[in-house]
């Protein structure tokens, strides 16, 4: 069974720093592509980042470029996300997924398992 188990989320101010983890568990992690998504209330689930499976290659949305960073640890079976600068346009909750087949895409529909979210509050 896939399980994907994100922690680290919480109230911060502007401009400071969070990291978020994604602990996965269940089959064969260092092959498949990660993604971190997030959805504000009442907001559509959007792309935040990937990396692929050997962690060479990442992709980010606009946003959050130069100030978030994915990354990957394949022995501890675990994806990061670290969030510097934070807005509060950046609050919401931060889900991780998996891509499973390597579509490498942007969009939720990419993505085949995904983990419970935590919540990331920005005040002003």
């Known amino acids: 069974q896939v399980q994907l188990v994100e922690s680290g989320g919480g109230l911060v101010q502007a401009g400071g720093s969070l990291r978020l983890s994604c602990a996965a568990s269940?089959?064969?992690?260092?092959?498949?592509?990660m993604g971190w998504f997030r959805q504000a209330p009442g907001k559509e689930r959007e792309f935040v980042a990937f990396?692929?499976?050997?962690?060479?290659?990442?992709y980010y949305e606009d946003s959050v470029k130069g100030r978030f960073t994915i990354s990957r640890d394949n022995a501890k079976n675990t994806v990061y996300l670290q969030m510097n600068s934070l807005k509060p346009e950046d609050t919401g909750v931060y889900y991780c997924?998996?891509?499973?087949?390597?579509?490498?895409?942007?969009?939720?529909?990419?993505?085949?398992?995904w983990g419970q979210g935590t919540q990331v509050t920005v005040s002003s």
């Open positions: 997924a998996e891509d499973r087949v390597g579509r490498h895409g942007s969009s939720p529909w990419d993505y085949d398992y």
């Open positions: 269940g089959r064969t992690f260092s092959s498949y592509t």
């Open positions: 990396i692929k499976w050997s962690g060479g290659s990442t």
